[in-house]
């Protein structure tokens, strides 16, 4: 099943290279809800989340031809999804947190999360500030290095460190909070 999709936008992507707009419009409408989701994530308004996603495939249309076929093309549009709500996160002076602080552990119960479900949870995140929430995502949800955040989001290793901890403090109280 995953081959067919994986056939399916490949094809799409080709006649979209060779000027065919109607298949854009149809790979569009097809990764749209999901790379809306993914540009909610970082940021917690829906007209940003909306800003962030034209830009997006604005972008993904202009750079089509550097796709390579040899991978998921949504997981390509994610890439560029998130890297434009991150420029635009950054545009807006919002990565700016530097720290050298030094934070204890934080002792997560793990049954807590248990009891909400994964749209709760979403709302919480991105309630979070702009700067823990987009350090939550990149290293919680897509899997990035505290080194790779630090590259992307121009703050230090140990300021993308300091974001997610109190980042997750911040959600362990909130969701203590909802769940009592």
């Given at each position: 099943m995953a081959a067919d999709k994986r056939d399916t936008e490949w094809k799409l992507v080709k006649q979209s290279l060779q000027g065919d707009h109607s298949a854009f419009e149809l790979l569009y409408k097809?990764?749209?809800?999901?790379?809306?989701?993914v540009s909610l994530r970082y940021t917690h308004q829906d007209q940003d989340a909306q800003d962030v996603l034209q830009e997006a495939f604005i972008r993904i249309y202009k750079n089509l031809k550097q796709f390579k076929f040899n991978g998921s093309f949504e997981g390509w549009c994610r890439r560029i999804v998130t890297n434009t709500a991150i420029e635009a996160l950054r545009k807006k002076g919002r990565m700016k947190e530097n720290s050298t602080e030094v934070l204890p552990d934080l002792p997560v119960?793990?049954?807590?999360?248990?009891?909400?479900?994964?749209?709760d949870l979403m709302k919480l995140v991105r309630a979070l500030p702009d700067g823990y929430r987009s350090v939550f995502n990149l290293y919680v949800i897509d899997g990035f290095s505290h080194r790779e955040i630090g590259e992307m989001l121009g703050v230090t290793e140990s300021t993308s460190k300091?974001?997610?901890?109190?980042?997750?403090?911040?959600?362990?109280?909130?969701?203590?909070?909802?769940?009592?």
């Open positions: 097809s990764l749209s809800p999901k790379m809306y989701a119960d793990p049954k807590s999360f248990e009891k909400l479900k994964y749209d300091t974001q997610l901890y109190k980042a997750r403090l911040a959600l362990q109280k909130k969701v203590l909070e909802t769940i009592e």
